[in-house]
């Protein structure tokens, strides 16, 4: 099976300017997830989705937002972007959400904001 | 709150010898305990996981890990290292609350490998 696909793997942006990053899970897996890794706060949750609905949010602002499509695609959208905002953002799939399901994480895509 | 704390930055063992990275743990409820690692520009890979069970939980690529209910700990170890084990490790709980794919994962460690 393929592994989680994310695109672009890289990304520069000017600080205002929004972002889309994509996400496509393993085939089969209906749960993705999104995290933030930064060096100073290392990996934090951002949110998850399961069966296009958000099932979980993490503690950020609103600037930060998601969705997931029917085929469990998943974008995720940074507006107003800030200077904090660079990171590696990792997108994580499983497929379901019971305790025993782990999740694989795809190669990240690296946001630089100047 | 849920947390993990890996309280070693860097971990520095020769090949050959065994190694280990610590973790310790902060949950209300049963704990479900993963290891991850990460690879320069990579995503994170699975190694083991300890929902229920036997203490000794064995992995990928030759690594186990001990959970310790009455230290709260759930260290990772490899009998004898390799200098492909260089990495980075990150120890992570699972949300016990029904929340299950909301991870909390530890600062991390890396692991040198010396030849």
């Known amino acids: 099976k393929a592994g989680v696909t994310q695109t672009p793997r890289y990304l520069i942006k000017t600080r205002g300017q929004q972002v889309t990053l994509s996400c496509s899970p393993i085939?089969?897996?209906?749960?993705v997830s999104w995290y933030q890794q930064t060096p100073g706060q290392g990996l934090q949750f951002l949110f998850e989705?399961?069966?296009?609905?958000?099932?979980n949010k993490g503690n950020f602002p609103g600037r930060f937002s998601g969705r997931q499509f029917s085929n469990s695609r998943s974008e995720m959208n940074v507006s107003t972007l800030e200077l904090g905002d660079s990171a590696l953002y990792l997108c994580?799939?499983?497929f379901g959400q019971g305790a025993t399901y782990e999740q694989y994480f795809g190669p990240g895509t690296r946001l630089t904001v100047t | 709150a849920q947390s993990v704390a890996q309280p070693e930055d860097q971990v520095n063992v020769a090949e050959g010898n065994p190694l280990t990275v610590k973790c310790t743990y902060s949950?209300?409820?049963?704990?479900?305990l993963f290891w991850y690692v990460q690879y320069p520009n990579r995503g994170l890979q699975f190694l083991l996981k300890?929902?229920?069970?036997?203490?000794l939980v064995k992995g990928s690529y030759g690594f186990e890990a001990e959970f310790n209910k009455s230290q709260t700990s759930f260290h990772l170890k490899k009998p004898s290292a390799l200098v492909s084990d260089s990495a980075l490790y990150f120890c992570?709980?699972?949300?016990?609350?029904?929340?299950?794919?909301?991870?909390?994962f530890g600062s991390g460690t890396k692991l040198n490998v010396k030849p």
């Open positions: 085939s089969g897996h209906r749960s």
């Open positions: 989705y399961f069966s296009e609905t958000q099932r």
């Open positions: 300890y929902i229920t069970g036997d203490n």
């Open positions: 994580a799939s499983s």
């Open positions: 949950v209300s409820g049963n704990p479900y």
């Open positions: 992570a709980v699972r949300d016990p609350g029904g929340n299950f794919n909301k991870f909390y």
